[in-house]
């Protein structure tokens, strides 16, 4: 019978892993890929070498992980959608979305994943699941709910939720990877995610109220 991890060394592992990922995104956006070595992120975490493998088994996967991790930091609010309103809910959800896409380091860290596993064969072997992120699981739980209620008719998950994200990353985000200044107010942030809020509104809302 398998032995019980006990509350401490769950808390330990914890936060193990979160000094392991704080050590590795700083060396990974100051010296890059090639150059990152597994042991020079277990020093910087201070951690050892065993306790790093045992985590993540190689670079490549420690690279995703940290990416994946500043997405779902552990201060972020949840995401609270108002019961049966469609509009109030996709802006809510797109609100969460654009406060992620603007956070520090995220474009370096996107900027990174682009150029990266353009070079290295296994980085372009991990998924990088942008999709375990908690403001996209939110969002397909939305999109079901809607549907559940017949407010809602959207039949591909994963096409609705691309297309109301990409509307808000076309213009919170991308420039910004290309242009260092480029910044939004609040009230144009808010208007961005509001017109794609009323777009997908106009092709899947069935006009039933909840």
Known sequence: MPREISAYHRQVAADNRAAILEAATELFLALGYDRTS????ADGAGVSKATLFKQFPTKAELFEAMV???????DSEPVELPSGDLHAGLVSLGMAYAELLTRPRMTDLIRAVITESAR???LREQTFNFGTLPVLKALREFFTAANAQGTANVGDLDVASAQFLGMIATVVFWPRLVHGN??????ETHHTVDEAAQTILARYA?????
């Open 38 to 41: 597994l042991a020079r992120v």
């Open 68 to 74: 994946l991790a500043a997405g779902d930091a552990p």
């Open 120 to 122: 290295f064969p296994e």
């Open 182 to 187: 480029w910044s939004l107010t609040d009230e």
């Open 206 to 210: 069935t006009g039933v109220a909840a």
